[in-house]
């Protein structure tokens, strides 16, 4: 079973960065592609980006707009999602994922104009 626990949400002015981390234990097979959804209120969640603990390949949401980066630290086990020049449409939980299947308990931002 994979777990995984996300953290770094919070509030920041429009503009602002943050930068979120989700920390993964358990099987590394089940957690090959980890990556980021969101989730705003009323709305489905929806794919922010994700990458391969092994290669580094990463893919994002045309939304992103070289705004966010993925990362990874392999030695902490640690995802990590660089948020920059961010907009009051990026309010919503944010949610880890792991191998599609592993999800962590979200962490909130919210983006004030």
């Known amino acids: 079973q994979v777990q995984l626990v996300e953290s770094g949400g919070g509030l920041v002015q429009a503009g602002g960065s943050l930068r979120l981390s989700c920390v993964a234990s358990?099987?590394?097979?089940?957690?090959?592609?980890t990556g980021w959804f969101r989730q705003a209120p009323g709305k489905r969640r929806e794919f922010v980006a994700i990458i391969n603990w092994r290669s580094g390949k990463i893919k994002y949401a045309d939304f992103v707009e070289g705004r966010f980066t993925i990362s990874r630290d392999v030695a902490k086990n640690t995802v990590y999602l660089q948020m920059n020049t961010l907009k009051p449409e990026d309010t919503a939980m944010y949610y880890c994922n792991a191998g599609g299947n592993f999800w962590g308990q979200g962490t909130q931002v919210t983006v004030s104009s």
């Open positions: 358990g099987p590394s097979f089940g957690r090959s592609d």
